[in-house]
Structures are given as C-alpha cells and as structure tokens.
C-alpha cells in the first residue's frame, strides 16, 4: 500500500471544494481495479489537499493509477497534481519513532 499525496490547483479567486465534495470528485474518477482503498482530504491554505491510499505492488504503479485518476477528474472537473509518495510501512514507522526522542 503506498500513501499518494496530491493538491488542488487553485484557480485565482476560484472556491476550493469543501472536503467531502473532494472526497466525492476523487472517488468518481476512480475505477474499478485503479487499486484506490481509502481517501482523506483536509485543507491547506485555499487549497485542498488530499492523501490517496493506493494498493499496487510498487511504487511506480502507484503513481501511475493515481497519476490516471487524477487525470480522469480534471475532464470532468477541477484539476489535481501529485506532491509526494510513500509506502504504508515506511509512513507508520517514521510516526512509531516520533516518540523515541
């Protein structure tokens, strides 16, 4: 599983989308097999950020599938670009070592 962090691209003096609207606009550009689990969405700035989980057996694959459903909602909707990617293990790791310090 590989944690895909992607932002809205605001628009000057363009609304964001709430968050569940942005949940909403991600989740009807995903398909069947796109290997999208989970979405979570908050905001940052005037914009929206949001986190893709995304089961495929690499990295690579996982930001192409998101890389697809990104472009599927930017047809029909607001456009979203991708910022960063992580595996699932290596994220929950780095957040059990913040109380080590």
Not at 35 to 59: D, K, N, W
Not at 83 to 90: E, F, G, T
Request: charged letters at 25%; glycine letters at 8%.
């Amino acid at each position: 599983m590989y944690l895909v962090n992607v932002r809205l691209a605001v628009v000057d003096g363009g609304l964001s989308p709430s968050l569940p609207e942005t949940r909403a606009l991600l989740w009807a550009a995903v398909r069947p097999g796109d290997g999208v689990e989970h979405i979570y969405a908050q905001p940052c700035g005037r914009s929206v950020e949001a986190v893709l989980f995304v089961e495929r057996p690499t990295l690579a694959e996982a930001e192409r599938c998101c890389d697809t459903v990104l472009d599927r909602c930017a047809a029909d909707g607001p456009r979203f670009s991708r910022h960063s990617s992580v595996p699932l293990p290596l994220f929950v790791e780095l957040l059990g070592g913040q109380g080590e310090r």
